[in-house]
Each structure stands twice: as C-alpha cells, then as structure tokens.
Nanobody, 119 residues
C-alpha cells in the first residue's frame, strides 16, 4: 500500500488550497483517512479524519475553515483549506487505516506536502 499526497504550496493569508492523497496497492478496505500536520519545532497533530461511512472530525483550530472529503472509488481523500492563516504553515501528511489483500490491517503514512501561508 502507498499513499501519495499532493497539492501543497505557497499561499497568502486568507487564501485557499486543496490537498489530495491517493491510496494505491493491494487494498481491500479503507477504514479511515486522515490529515495530520507538523509545524516547525512542533509535534505532529491531527487535522481532520473521515471514516469509511463518511463521518468526519476536525481539530478545533481548523473547524469552519477546512473540509475533508473523499472519493471512495478512487481511494482518495481531499482537504480543502480556506481562510488560511500563517499558523497553518506546516508539512501536511495523509494517513490511512487500511486492510490489504493479505488481511493485514495497518496504519499507513504518505509523504508530506508543505503548505506555507505567508504574504
């Protein structure tokens, strides 16, 4: 299983970005897909989660500004980020809880994508 994230970049405060993360490989079931972020000098923190049947959960710091969604047919998760603030600057990582064809259920991480919010 592999997770491939994309969509980071430089954006001005108040702007928007959309991150994407596609899971590929010998996948049977995707139980949950999530976004985490790690700012310089800080610990990695959870940003948003979406579970198999569509329920979502957000960190308080991003509620009302970020939206997580998914395309189940493509095993892809998106993070729409609006009204971005400088404090949103971080490396964003996707994460997924997946059962593969060998019936192994595991936690997978994608490579990070850098989001920089600056004028």
């Amino acid at each position: 299983v592999q997770l491939q994230a994309s969509g980071g970049g430089l954006v001005q405060p108040g702007g928007s970005l959309r991150l994407s993360c596609a899971a590929s490989g010998s996948i049977v079931t995707v139980w949950r897909m999530s976004w985490y972020r790690q700012a310089p000098g800080k610990q990695r923190e959870a940003v948003a989660h979406i579970v198999r049947f569509g329920g979502t959960n957000y960190a308080d710091s991003v509620k009302g500004r970020f939206t997580i969604s998914r395309d189940s047919a493509k095993n892809t998760v998106y993070l729409r980020m609006d009204r971005l603030k400088p404090k949103d600057t971080a490396v964003y990582y996707c994460n997924a809880d997946i059962t593969d064809t060998a019936r192994n259920r595991d936690d997978w991480w994608g490579q990070g994508t850098l989001v920089t919010v600056s004028s």
